[in-house]
């Protein structure tokens, strides 16, 4: 399966934007979709992740009650929605896929190519 995330862009803080993420070469129905991002300098961040169904949401405590992660069915892209965005939230934005749940980003098995997002003060 390949992943193509989408909707990075600069933005002011206080500001929202929605990014997507659209699988190619089959289904997404039996994984687990998580974002992770990557600010300069730092390791790769659990974000936030979704079951197959999209019955169950994760969220890392950073942005918990700012992000949500959605997604309709495995046809659809999976969405992550940010608001109140802060300059800690700067870094590139990535989509991945894995079969169980996880936190870490070396279980996922599948990465999309990572989409900027910029948080100015």
């Known amino acids: 399966v390949q992943l193509q995330a989408s909707g990075g862009g600069l933005v002011q803080a206080g500001g929202s934007l929605r990014l997507s993420c659209a699988a190619s070469g089959r289904t997404l129905s039996s994984y687990y979709m998580g974002w992770f991002r990557q600010a300069p300098g730092k390791e790769r961040e659990f974000v936030a992740a979704i079951s197959q169904n999209g019955a169950s949401m994760y969220y890392g405590n950073p942005v918990i009650s700012r992000f949500t992660i959605s997604r309709d069915n495995a046809e659809k892209p999976v969405y992550l929605q940010m608001n109140s965005l802060t300059p800690e939230d700067t870094g590139v934005y990535y989509c991945?896929?894995?079969?169980?749940?996880?936190?870490?980003?070396?279980?996922?098995?599948?990465w999309g190519q990572g989409t900027l997002v910029t948080v100015s003060s």
């Open positions: 991945a896929a894995v079969e169980k749940f996880a936190v870490e980003a070396g279980r996922y098995t599948h």
